[in-house]
Each structure stands twice: as structure tokens, then as C-alpha cells.
């Protein structure tokens, strides 16, 4: 198991607890890593590029491309490990949530709709099993059916 950190001498790597440095952003600057298990991890690059890697770091994969990533979280489905990425792109007038497997595309689960939403917007995302809750802008939202719906539960006042 890695601590999966953003390399700070190569901003197309990570680094590993290890402090071993992996360029895994050809293309792009890294700007984010989740680690998902023991040995997977998720990076998603400055261009929209997603990369998994499934052995500690050895061989990174591409896993498609998502516009606009903000944040992730780690996740899993019986025993697979995945993410969910909250998005701000055109095409949703709020946030897209997009679920991330290391063995196939990724896919858009929903659109939740929140006025005001910016690349500046606070967001954060917290997944256990199929339960959701998502922060934006003071807001909060909350799934159970795998991410696909969601429920505004409070605002600010």
C-alpha cells in the first residue's frame, strides 16, 4: 500500500510513499491522485486525461478522458476498487458525478443540478457503498441508489 502524492519536481508525476517518482501525465500536469486500494490508484491529468494503475505504480493505463475534474472519491463494488469524480463541464447546469473503473470508460452516473456553480465553487464528495453525500457551495446533497440520484437536504440561510 502507497501514499499517492502529486509530485512536486515533475508536475506530470506522483510519488509514492515510497518517494519513488512515476511520470504518469505525458501530456499534462497531474492535478489530482486518489489511491483506491492497496495497489490501485487514480490520477487525473491537466488535460482531461484519466490514468489507473492496478500495481502499485508499475504500469499506468489510460481510463478515458473526463472535462473539468474537481474532486474524487475512493470507492468499491464488491470487491472492485473505483472512484467518482465530481465534475464542472458544459452540458450540466451544476455538477456531473462520474463513476471511475480501472477496467473500463468513464461514465457519467448524474447531473445534479445547483445554480451558481463555477471552477471556483467549493465542492466535496464522500462515497460508502452505494451512499452519497456531495457538498456545493454551502449545499448539500445526498444519494442512495449508486450515485444516481440525488437530494438537496440543506442550504444555507
Known amino acids: ?4 502524492l502529486p509530485a512536486t519536481d515533475d508536475r506530470s508525476a506522483v510519488r509514492l510513499g ?7 501525465c505525458p501530456d499534462g500536469e497531474v492535478s489530482g491522485v486518489r489511491g ?10 491537466s488535460n482531461g486525461q484519466v490514468r489507473v ?3 502499485d505504480g508499475r504500469v499506468w493505463k489510460n481510463a478515458g478522458s473526463i472535462e473539468g475534474i474537481r474532486t474524487v472519491a475512493a470507492a468499491t463494488e464488491g470487491d472492485v476498487a473505483l472512484a467518482f469524480a465530481v465534475t ?3 452540458g450540466c447546469n451544476g455538477v456531473r458525478v462520474v463513476k471511475m473503473v480501472p477496467t473500463s470508460s468513464p461514465s457519467v452516473q448524474a447531473c445534479v443540478e445547483v ?7 467549493a465542492l466535496a464528495l464522500a462515497v460508502l457503498d452505494k451512499k452519497g453525500a456531495l457538498a456545493v457551495n454551502n449545499q448539500v446533497f445526498l444519494s442512495s441508489d449508486g450515485l444516481q440520484t440525488w437530494t438537496k ?3 444555507p440561510s
Open 153 to 155: 437536504v440543506s442550504t
Open 88 to 90: 464542472v463541464a458544459p
Open 1 to 4: 500500500a502507497y501514499l499517492w
Open 53 to 55: 494503475t492496478t500495481s
Open 36 to 45: 483506491l486500494a492497496a495497489s490501485t490508484a487514480v490520477v487525473w491529468c
Open 18 to 24: 515510497s518517494n519513488a517518482s512515476v511520470s504518469v
Open 115 to 121: 445554480s451558481g456553480v463555477t471552477s471556483q465553487s
